[in-house]
């Protein structure tokens, strides 16, 4: 089992920066891509960022590839979510998820994350 706790959610401004937290604990032994996605109301959660737990790769959504970045801290069993130009459009409910199990499906398919956060809120204000 793998214990995720998100933070750094708040209201912005658009063309704000924010950085996203999200700590891991339990069985990180185990991890082997972290990830984002986000839910706005009434649409179904997204895709956001993704990376490689032992640095294969990263992916992004093309909505925020150009402004966004994924990092993580592996001594700290921590993933970021580096935002920056922020846009009304990105206010969402932002979930950090974790893969364990091997895989071939997409990082972007939503099923095949086994662990979730409990979300925290970004609000971008235009």
């Known amino acids: 089992q793998v214990q995720l706790v998100e933070s750094g959610g708040a209201l912005v401004q658009a063309g704000a920066s924010l950085r996203l937290s999200c700590a891991a604990s339990?069985?990180?032994?185990?991890?082997?891509?972290m990830g984002w996605f986000r839910q706005s109301p009434g649409k179904e959660r997204e895709f956001v960022a993704a990376?490689?737990?032992?640095?294969?790769?990263?992916d992004f959504a093309d909505s925020v590839k150009d402004r966004f970045t994924i990092r993580r801290d592996i001594a700290g069993d921590k993933v970021l979510l580096l935002m920056s130009n922020l846009k009304p459009e990105d206010t969402a409910t932002y979930y950090c998820?974790?893969?364990?199990?091997?895989?071939?499906?997409?990082?972007?398919?939503?099923?095949?994350?086994?662990?979730w956060g409990q979300g925290t809120q970004v609000t971008v204000s235009s």
């Open positions: 339990g069985s990180t032994w185990s991890m082997r891509v």
């Open positions: 990376t490689s737990y032992n640095g294969g790769g990263t």
């Open positions: 998820a974790v893969r364990v199990t091997p895989s071939t499906t997409t990082w972007r398919d939503e099923s095949s994350w086994e662990f």
